[in-house]
């Protein structure tokens, strides 16, 4: 399968990489970053100082190939395709608007390669934790908690929702962590709220 995949999050996920500005094509024997010249640079200390996550990709993979973009990305995609007799893609359609997959879908059929979108490869693969995952996921509850636990002493009678989400972010900074979504505090009436601003 040659799977396209836009995605940052997803990316992320597979390469360690966690900054936005490529996109990865896998083809069956290959791996592609589709980047711009502003990114190139980055992708290509990492894959020097071997800092890329291969864990995630197909083993035969042993270094993966930055591909600079002269305008589209998409364009790249079709010119890799060509060079390697490609005829279909998929595109991993969990997180992409309409807008740019009907932009692919009409460059791709331009030249004659097929599109589909598929909202489950990615997916399905993450819910298999691996052994480091499992470990990071238990580093992680354990981070969790401490700073829970420590934030709890602190707070006094009239701190504000934000005076303690604060407390937070400066316990989780001393962890030297970067949480996965932004710190919510709600209290009283606000605790109803999932998704309260504090």
């Known amino acids: 399968m040659n799977l396209l995949i836009t995605d940052s999050k997803h990316i992320s996920y597979i390469t360690g990489a966690d900054f936005e500005g490529f996109w990865l094509f896998i083809c069956d024997t290959k791996v592609y970053a589709i980047t711009s010249e502003m990114i190139k640079g980055q992708l290509l200390q990492l894959t020097e100082n071997k800092n890329f996550s ?9 270094k993966m190939k930055i591909i600079t973009a002269k305008k589209f990305f998409a364009d790249e995609i079709i010119n890799i395709c060509k060079k390697n007799n490609i005829k279909e893609v998929c595109i991993d359609g969990f997180n992409i608007s309409y807008l740019l997959f009907n932009f692919l879908e009409t460059k791709f059929k331009e030249n004659k390669i097929s599109i589909k979108a598929d909202n489950k490869i990615i997916i ?15 580093k992680a509850c354990d981070t969790v908690c401490e700073v829970f636990n420590t934030v ?29 979504f932004k710190t919510i505090v709600a209290s ?10 504090s």
């Open 54 to 62: 291969y864990l995630h990709l197909n083993k035969n993979f042993k």
């Open 124 to 138: 399905e693969k993450r819910k298999i934790k691996d052994t480091a995952e499992i470990k990071n996921i238990k």
């Open 152 to 180: 709890k002493k602190k707070i006094v009678c009239g701190m504000t929702e934000l005076d303690i989400h604060f407390e937070i972010e400066k316990e989780f900074a001393a962890h030297h962590v970067v949480q996965s």
């Open 188 to 197: 009283g009436p606000n605790c109803a709220n999932p998704h309260h601003i």
